[in-house]
């Protein structure tokens, strides 16, 4: 590692301004920082320094992350050979096929589903990182920006939103449109007003509907078709809904169940939540407003209930296990660039975010999961909320001031 960081501190000379490289700066500046880091140092006063810069606090987040991508491959992998083995369904062909002979298919052997699911989730993330970190470096090199290494994190959290069977060709479209144009667009890194791995989602669910909902996509076995929960729920007879759902509540906490790769667990949501909030890289504000707002107006409509409607008689607690709340809450709503930045701000965020996901999940019949367009909707709003903050500061203190 030495003699690579000697070499890499021989050529930097060429990528400076004025070098015969410099053009490729960007590309260059991409690489080294990820190996070893910024070569920006404060050295004298009156500078603030401080031990965590960017590429900490990405790769803080990404560590965060973990536990939800061995959960994505986990589940997905017990999902398919669960599936394979209530059905007697013979392995496909081809290397998926071989590997899964090798390894077996008993959804009771972790280390099964571990290496099943990892056969199509890692593909979708390798589409993702190469084609989204592509375009990055062409927009970086074009305007002469560094490389941030904010993407690593879109890269891996566009994948945990996505199902197993997505084709590859549409991971590489919907990255592509949420670099593009809910990133680069406005400037590149901290200046994007959406979440972009959400955007991503957002694309391939309105454009390609097939291949995003429906009973087909949640299991990676061809011609198995499972709803999940919330599906279940939504179109289930008023007041069986918890019959509906068909499995307990600590299975739905764990992520034993059909859903988006990396959303079905709240407990390794929990562990990353943890991470983030005890290293102060997340608003810790915002996840308990969003919380708060969605046990509070669950709450309301269970009490309320309804003849008609199943989702009403779905109790608070279940809310939070289904879907992508807790996933939401946690990695999407607390984007720093794209949420609330007052602290009363963050409060008034997060409580409407938390508040229109369960509207839109329990009242809109559409959508059965209502968090991706909460958290978009409240990327919109969240400059607007920061402004009347902000006016209301100002003219308290006029009135404090005479």
């Known amino acids: 590692m030495k003699s690579l960081r000697r070499y890499f501190e021989q050529i930097a000379p ?4 004025g070098g015969s490289l410099e053009r490729w700066y960007p590309a260059f500046e991409a690489v080294d920082s990820i190996l070893f880091g910024s070569r920006k140092k404060t050295e004298t006063a009156p500078h603030v320094r401080d031990a965590v810069d960017m590429k900490r606090i990405m790769t803080t987040v990404v560590v965060s992350l973990i536990p939800c991508v061995i959960m ?5 992998g017990y999902q398919a050979n669960s599936a394979l083995q209530a059905m007697n369904i013979a392995v496909p062909d081809g290397w998926r096929g071989m590997i899964m002979v090798y390894t077996g298919c008993d959804p009771s052997s972790h280390l099964a589903n571990l290496l099943h699911g990892s056969l199509y989730f890692l593909p979708i993330y390798l589409v993702s990182l190469m084609v ?3 375009w990055e470096m062409i ?3 074009v305007r002469g920006h560094e490389t941030a290494e904010a993407f690593l994190v879109t890269s891996l959290l ?4 996505l199902p197993p069977t997505i084709p590859l060709w549409q991971v590489a479209a919907g990255i592509t449109f949420g670099i593009i144009f809910a990133k680069e667009a406005f400037g590149g890194v901290g200046r994007n007003f959406m979440n972009p791995a959400l955007v991503s989602r957002a694309f391939i669910f309105f454009a390609y509907p097939a291949q995003m909902s429906g009973d087909r996509v949640w299991t990676a076995v061809d011609g198995y078709t499972m709803a999940t929960p919330l599906k279940a729920v939504s179109t289930a007879q008023p007041g069986e809904a918890l019959q509906a759902l068909g499995i307990s509540w600590s299975q739905a906490f764990f992520g034993a169940i059909p859903g988006s790769m990396g959303e079905t667990s709240t407990l390794a949501c ?16 915002i996840m308990t407003a969003m919380l708060a707002g969605g046990i509070g107006i ?3 409509f269970w009490l309320a209930g309804s003849p008609t409607n199943p989702m009403f008689s779905l109790p608070p607690h279940w809310h939070l296990v289904l879907g992508g709340f807790a996933f939401g809450l946690v990695f999407m709503a607390t984007d720093p660039v794209s949420a609330a930045n007052t602290r009363t701000g963050q409060w008034v965020y997060g409580i409407f975010i938390g508040i229109t996901a369960i509207l839109i999940r329990a009242v809109n019949p559409a959508f059965p999961e209502g968090v991706m367009l909460a958290i978009l909707l409240g990327n919109v709003l969240a400059p607007l909320i920061d402004y009347f903050v902000i006016q209301a500061n100002i003219k308290r203190r006029r009135l404090r001031h005479g």
Request: glycine share 10%.
């Open 72 to 76: 994505a491959m986990w589940n997905t």
């Open 139 to 141: 927009f970086n090199i």
């Open 158 to 161: 566009f994948p945990l939103t």
């Open 298 to 300: 669950s709450l309301a």
């Open 270 to 285: 929990l562990l990353g939540a943890a991470i983030l909030v005890i290293t102060g890289i997340a608003s810790w504000r």
């Open 132 to 134: 989204g970190g592509i």
């Open 14 to 17: 060429k990528f400076a301004p």
